[in-house]
């Protein structure tokens, strides 16, 4: 099992993150900020991942220390579980639909943090929400899982379904690129290194 648990603790927030990338779906999650919430069960369900977040956040200032630490934390955790990528697909690109909106995610496993982040659109807030903190996730994840992404809104009205639709098309990208395949010999680059 490629599994990973970990605790980060700042003067902004308290952590306590266990990540399995060859679950069942299950999820337990209680980040303070129910929007966020949602997003990482669907994340879970649809890549078939175990998570399990609690966080103590500064939410008293804002929801962005919260949102951008579990990226963070989420991002150590997969890196963890990837260990040396040895027999990954290391590539995917997934396109999910949520009633009228449609997006693309695709990663390279490359041990190469970088972003692009073409979303267009979305309202201010979903609820309580701060829907740029979106942006801000993935940023954390990346840096620290070390992966290309590129998250591409083709349409969409509904600032909820849109997000979603990313979350959903994240998780089954994530899972895909991580999947085992037993033809790769060895570290799927031909620099033997990623």
């Not at 209680?30 to 977040?53: A, C, I, S, Y």
């Not at 999910?96 to 990663?107: H, K, Q, R, W």
């Amino acid at each position: 099992m490629r599994t990973h648990q970990l605790s980060r603790s700042t003067t902004e927030t308290n952590i306590e993150l266990a990540f399995s990338i060859d679950g069942t779906g299950e999820a337990n999650i209680q980040t303070g900020v129910g929007f966020l919430d949602h997003m990482l069960v669907l994340m879970t369900k649809h890549g078939q991942f175990d998570l399990q977040v609690t966080c103590d956040g500064d939410l008293d200032v804002d929801q962005h220390h919260t949102v951008e630490d579990i990226g963070i934390v989420l991002g150590q955790a997969f890196n963890k579980c990837i260990g040396l990528k040895e027999q990954i697909q290391r590539y995917a690109s997934v396109t999910v639909p949520m009633d009228e909106a449609l997006s693309t995610v695709s990663i390279d496993i490359s041990g190469r943090p970088y972003l692009v982040f073409n979303v267009e659109g979305l309202k201010d807030k979903v609820g309580k929400f701060d829907t740029e903190l979106i942006e801000e996730f993935f940023r954390g994840f990346i840096n620290h899982a070390k992966v290309t992404l590129h998250i591409n809104l083709m349409y969409g009205k509904n600032s909820h379904h849109i997000i979603e639709s990313i979350f959903k098309s994240f998780g089954r990208t994530l899972a895909e690129a991580s999947m085992i395949n037993q033809n790769i010999s060895g570290i799927p680059s031909t620099k033997g290194i990623l």
